[in-house]
């Protein structure tokens, strides 16, 4: 991740990646990092390597492009490699070229593409299915910027931009030799992380409208739109191709839904609900008033830019590219007051508040990012989950990053310490109950290495604590957040918690 403490505008970042479609948290916090790394660009200087992780079908590739077309290379060779497509036989002469008469049948020398990329940028995908022989080479033009074809004995040189991107935990593979350590920590110099398309809420309508509109170009037909069952289906729909499965099933539908202008859920044919549904309750259950999730969503996304510009009106309707008498007419309808957002209405001519000084010394710590894309500011927090249960780790991590924070997980109390022990975080949600080290395990090996830790653990747990466990917590007011749980109850402890510094 980019750590500084340099502001730069929201518009300056919506130029800088204009194809990067999305308003979510986790969106405009990576529009963000990019726009504040492509702002130390000079010619001739050096640029940092870059990681891009994420979920197959979340837009890498297409990511790494726009990067590198928003970067004063854009003019100069982008070289994409797929480092799982091409057989590991040819994956060598491919990247490092061949030297006349290397081989039989080397009857000229060939470059390789890291020499035909020199100048430019070079995107290697799927870069943690890497073979481990060629580690060590690739690991060595990173470094030295230098390149030896097969059966050479010379090293020449290249200038090259290095991209890299995977599906894969590296920091793991790492952990059990699969992935050489070194090269993990020298391609992540710079961490971009691109959310799955089930954590960024409200981008999926928008999506949807981009995907719908262009297959329409693409194939000369009339411009056709989604009902509004077509649209609570998809925001219920959980995506497990991310936004590749939305484009492709989206162009199908097109194709397949005759003259019909107006697509509807059952064209769509999206499999049910959320698996993980079970542990998490209705966002906002109101007896006797049945809301759609069109309109569910709608309120989170009002109340949430609300919360962020502490109540001003003008600037919240700003973040959502909203006239400000739309927004009030909407809170009107959705029936939002200030005790959603938990601030009173500032007036729209009333500046908003600046950062305490306790909030910019937070800015300078290792475990938070400061960024500043508006008026407000916006704080990426680097968060450890700790739960052996798949299902409720991916879900608490997919929810976390909803919220624009950095996200790592592990399995276990001993997994967790090990990390712990590598980095530093601003929050650790735990399980109780785990095998090895389980929660209150942590807890206390936390208390007693990481002091300053101690009242950053929130307890995410279904059991109920022993009579002189709950005393113990009580004393120390360690939160407990019982399964199942809503959304906002999770937000609203984790806000407070992050939110004692300020």
């Given at each position: 991740?980019?750590?500084?403490?340099?502001?730069?505008?929201?518009?300056?970042?919506?130029?800088?990646?204009?194809?990067?479609?999305?308003?979510?948290?986790?969106?405009?916090?990576?529009?963000?990092?990019?726009?504040?790394?492509?702002?130390r660009?000079?010619?001739?200087g050096?640029?940092?390597?870059?990681?891009?992780?994420?979920?197959?079908?979340?837009?890498?590739g297409?990511?790494?492009?726009a990067?590198?077309?928003?970067?004063?290379?854009?003019?100069?060779?982008?070289?994409?490699?797929?480092?799982?497509?091409?057989?590991?036989?040819?994956?060598?002469?491919e990247?490092?070229g061949v030297?006349r008469?290397?081989?039989?049948?080397?009857?000229?020398?060939?470059?390789?593409l890291?020499?035909?990329?020199?100048?430019?940028?070079?995107?290697?995908?799927?870069?943690?299915?890497?073979?481990?022989?060629?580690q060590g080479?690739l690991?060595?033009?990173?470094?030295?910027?230098?390149?030896?074809?097969?059966?050479?004995?010379?090293?020449?040189?290249?200038d090259?931009?290095?991209?890299a991107?995977?599906?894969?935990?590296?920091?793991?593979a790492?952990r059990?030799?699969?992935?050489?350590?070194?090269?993990?920590?020298?391609?992540?110099?710079?961490?971009?992380?691109?959310?799955?398309?089930?954590a960024?809420?409200?981008?999926?309508?928008?999506l949807?409208?981009?995907?719908?509109?262009?297959?329409?170009?693409e194939?000369?037909?009339?411009?056709?739109v989604?009902?509004?069952?077509?649209?609570?289906?998809m925001?219920?729909y959980?995506?497990?191709?991310?936004?590749?499965?939305?484009?492709?099933?989206?162009?199908?539908?097109?194709?397949?839904?005759?003259?019909?202008?107006?697509?509807?859920?059952?064209?769509?044919?999206?499999?049910?609900?959320?698996?993980?549904?079970?542990?998490?309750?209705?966002?906002?259950?109101?007896?006797?008033?049945?809301?759609?999730?069109?309109?569910?969503?709608?309120?989170e996304?009002?109340?949430e830019?609300?919360?962020r510009?502490?109540?001003?009106?003008?600037?919240?309707a700003?973040?959502?590219?909203?006239?400000?008498?739309?927004?009030?007419?909407?809170?009107?309808?959705?029936?939002i007051?200030s005790?959603?957002?938990?601030?009173?209405?500032?007036?729209?001519?009333?500046?908003?508040?600046?950062?305490?000084?306790?909030?910019?010394?937070?800015?300078?710590d290792?475990?938070?990012i400061s960024?500043?894309?508006?008026?407000?500011?916006?704080?990426?927090?680097?968060?450890?989950?700790?739960?052996?249960?798949?299902?409720?780790r991916?879900?608490?991590?997919?929810l976390?990053?909803?919220?624009?924070?950095?996200?790592?997980?592990?399995r276990?109390?001993?997994?967790?310490?090990?990390?712990?022990?590598?980095?530093?975080?601003?929050?650790?949600?735990?399980?109780?109950?785990?095998?090895?080290?389980?929660?209150?395990?942590?807890?206390?090996?936390?208390?007693?290495?990481?002091?300053?830790?101690?009242?950053?653990?929130?307890?995410?747990?279904?059991?109920?604590p022993?009579?002189?466990?709950?005393?113990?917590?009580?004393?120390?007011?360690?939160?407990?957040?019982?399964?199942?749980?809503?959304?906002?109850?999770?937000?609203?402890?984790?806000?407070?918690?992050?939110?004692?510094?300020?």
């Amino acid at each position: 991740m980019v750590d500084s403490d340099s502001p730069f505008k929201r518009p300056q970042a919506q130029r800088v990646l204009p194809d990067l479609i999305g308003e979510s948290a986790g969106v405009t916090n990576l529009r963000a990092q990019v726009a504040h790394l492509l702002s130390r660009q000079s010619h001739g200087g050096r640029l940092p390597t870059l990681l891009i992780l994420g979920e197959t079908g979340t837009g890498k590739g297409l990511l790494a492009h726009a990067i590198h077309q928003a970067s004063i290379r854009a003019a100069q060779p982008f070289v994409d490699i797929d480092c799982a497509s091409i057989p590991e036989t040819l994956l060598e002469a491919e990247l490092f070229g061949v030297e006349r008469g290397a081989f039989t049948d080397a009857r000229q020398t060939k470059l390789g593409l890291l020499q035909t990329a020199s100048g430019g940028t070079i995107f290697l995908d799927e870069v943690g299915l890497l073979p481990k022989s060629l580690q060590g080479k690739l690991l060595k033009v990173v470094e030295e910027r230098g390149v030896r074809r097969l059966g050479s004995t010379r090293t020449e040189v290249v200038d090259l931009w290095v991209l890299a991107a995977t599906n894969v935990d590296l920091a793991a593979a790492t952990r059990d030799g699969s992935f050489r350590e070194d090269l993990y920590h020298r391609l992540a110099a710079v961490t971009l992380i691109l959310p799955p398309l089930r954590a960024r809420g409200g981008d999926i309508p928008l999506l949807a409208d981009y995907f719908l509109a262009r297959a329409c170009a693409e194939y000369r037909l009339p411009l056709k739109v989604l009902a509004p069952d077509a649209q609570a289906a998809m925001l219920a729909y959980q995506w497990p191709g991310n936004v590749r499965q939305l484009a492709n099933m989206l162009e199908r539908v097109v194709l397949l839904s005759g003259d019909d202008a107006v697509i509807s859920a059952g064209l769509l044919a999206l499999p049910a609900g959320p698996a993980a549904a079970r542990y998490v309750a209705s966002a906002h259950p109101a007896p006797g008033h049945h809301r759609s999730i069109i309109e569910t969503f709608e309120r989170e996304r009002v109340v949430e830019a609300l919360r962020r510009t502490h109540g001003n009106i003008t600037a919240a309707a700003a973040r959502l590219g909203l006239p400000r008498n739309t927004l009030r007419y909407r809170m009107l309808k959705l029936r939002i007051g200030s005790e959603d957002f938990g601030e009173t209405p500032v007036p729209p001519s009333k500046p908003p508040a600046k950062m305490s000084g306790n909030s910019a010394a937070r800015a300078k710590d290792h475990a938070t990012i400061s960024i500043r894309p508006s008026e407000d500011e916006v704080i990426v927090h680097h968060v450890l989950v700790v739960e052996d249960d798949p299902a409720v780790r991916n879900f608490l991590t997919d929810l976390l990053t909803e919220f624009g924070h950095h996200v790592e997980s592990a399995r276990s109390g001993s997994e967790a310490l090990s990390l712990l022990d590598e980095r530093s975080y601003a929050l650790i949600l735990t399980d109780l109950r785990m095998p090895d080290t389980d929660g209150e395990g942590l807890y206390q090996k936390i208390a007693q290495t990481w002091p300053h830790l101690a009242s950053r653990v929130i307890f995410v747990t279904g059991d109920t604590p022993s009579p002189a466990l709950a005393m113990f917590f009580g004393a120390r007011n360690v939160p407990i957040i019982r399964k199942p749980f809503t959304r906002i109850e999770l937000q609203r402890v984790v806000e407070r918690i992050l939110g004692r510094e300020s």
